[in-house]
């Protein structure tokens, strides 16, 4: 990562003295999170040689942190008088919260606790200059706009998730993550310790977790969904050490996050049984996982696992002075569970009913364990199968049923949906982008994000605790691409869990975001850049087609052109939608004054006979997978031939499907078409048959026999019926889903994930 200075994430609001004293003011202050309340008052407070900085040990971190910040970034040594000032003050309801007041004599930071007077010193940075960050300031005077600021977190809990099993990445790097943790005043750091890609964390115990399960022979190249598969042939991996573990968790405390790691159990162990195979039901000898995914090799159930696991945890537990432990509890596939003897007898002798009430056995023998230590744990939304622990918490990842489950269990809840919350999703449509796991995860949908389930009474929603982005690392592989996919993203997040809702507005927000990437560009960091994008969509009113264009931006010009030809300050200006009457190449780009912004967009309509006609589905797709709803599937827009989760293609998770569209006359067609993604690995399979039916205008309906798909294990699945000499007014899909995933692939006994793409009717 290229925090090449101390890591700060600011917008770049200042107001400079010349040595002259000239004041140069700038526009409207871009502090980001949103404060709750900030008021701007007459004049300036002149940061320069003579002012000086009082606290008390109440406020020890935060006060040493801005007398540093301010040092390293100036060179001014703060004098031992009060013009910047700590204040105790009980009175602030929230131990989070403070008031920044900003006078022309003095700077007063008020607040209930040191994490409080934290915050106050975070949002002080971002009203000094972006110079600060490399300590490049060269002027001696630095004036700062009078205000005042009263500002306190929306949630308890804000933060931030790495994978580093899949891949590693450095203590120095793990620092600078935490950086931007603290910096846009979130407060946890989820560490992700332990997969079946790698063990990373010493346990002096079993010295093998660090000789065998910390590295793996070999990487996968490419996706997952590529075939055939191919490797690096390159062995990789490491491991952090106890006393590194240490330095990390005391760099967090001084910024006032708290590190959570995760040991992962029962599931994702294929490491630590590569090291330590009697810990897994076969006892054989298995290789650290290659490639990615969900493997069958998961912790046995038996006492010799539970002593392995206990002793783990005994190493761990006084690293991390979190309240929680993390214990994964996500992805367990039971296969063989259902076939190994101590597993059968232990269902047998604790009377349970099934192997997943031996999950809820297991992790709630494991949550005893931990309480006995004075801790709490927290796993995945799977922790629920069986019955939930009984003082567990929940990080609910497959949506928000868990969440809204075990908050009416009275359960504590961390908001992580796939569909919100997962920034290895791509963040764009655009065909440049860096290989992703798959998804869409857009800037605009974090920050639309609302981490309170809206089946959820006011009661029960205090069980929610906040939300947490997650980044999983299997396709990003060095610290630039960390850098690329969490930001901007992170900013939207940290947005909405401590931003009130009744202060966040988007176009806002992205404003403050242009302002901040100048922040970033200081810093050389590597972030994504996508405000300059054009989104499009075809629009239907009164049975006429148009097409619309628009970018992040509202102040910025575009210019498009219609027959393919390239897009310059010559072409096209865009000024409100346009009619498509037939099939057309779509061109666009962003313009200022002097150059094109961003990249050129590019769109193909397929003009169909069912462009914007009406359709239904029976099903609601999935909300991480929704696209541009029913319509996009006859928008005569085709997806990505690469990534399921662009704007086009539709998901569902395990269910039929009946998709009707009414073309409002009696017409003639001679084909329907469509594709399905077929990317087994990631549990998604094409159906095995396709029901078709048509309506007339008479009134009767005729069914065809079911239509076989040839399955095969291509990315992509065409379907296609050639029809002659035949007219309808409507037609009738019924797609049943492929059913349930068989053992031995990804998602053994799980459901099938249904995508479709354009239906194309001619």
Known sequence: MSFKKIVVFCVFISFLYSCKSEVLKTETLQIIPKPTSQIDHEGYFLLDETVGITYDDTFKISGDFLRKFINKGSGIELKNTNEIQFILDK?????????LDIQPQQIIIKAKTDQGAFYAVQTLRQLLPAKFEVGSISEENISIQCMTIIDAPKFEYRGMHLDVARHMFTVDFIKQYIDAIAMLKMNTFHWHLTDDQGWRIEIKKYPKLQEIAAYRDETLIGHYSDQPQQFDGKRYGGFYTQEQIKDVVA?????????IPEIEMPGHAQAAISAYPNLGCPGEQIKVAEKWGVFENIFCSKDETFEFLENVLDEVIPLFPSEYIHIGGDEA?????????DCQNRIKTESLKDEHELQNYFITRIEKYVNSKGKQIIGWDEILEGGLAPNATVMSWRGTQGAVEAAKQNHNVVMTPTSHCYFDY?????PEEPTAI???LPLEKVYGFNPIPSELSAEEAQYILGAQGNLWTEYIPNEDQVEYMIFPRILAMSEVVWSKNENKDYSDFVKRVEHFNKRLDILDVNYA??????EGALISEENKNYYKLSTTLDNKKIYYTLDGSSVNQSSLVYNKPFPITKSTKIKAAVFDTEKRLGSIFSETINYHKAVGKIITIDKTPHKSYSGSGPEGLINGISGSDSRYGDKEWLGFWGEDLEIVIDLGEEMEINSIETRFYNGQGQWIYAPKEIYLDFAFDCGT????????IETSNEKLIDFKVKLKDFKTSRIYLKIPNYGIIPDGKQGAGQKAWTFIDEIIIN
């Open 251 to 259: 760099y967090a405390q001084n910024r006032h996050v708290t590190v």
């Open 426 to 430: 791509y963040q764009s449509t655009n």
């Open 701 to 708: 309906v005729e069914k065809m026999k079911p239509i076989l």
């Open 529 to 534: 850049n996508h405000l300059y994008e054009i």
């Open 333 to 341: 596939p039971k296969t063989n569970w259902k076939t190994c003897i």
């Open 91 to 99: 009175t602030i309801e929230n131990d989070e919260g403070y008031t």
């Open 438 to 440: 798959g998804g869409f």
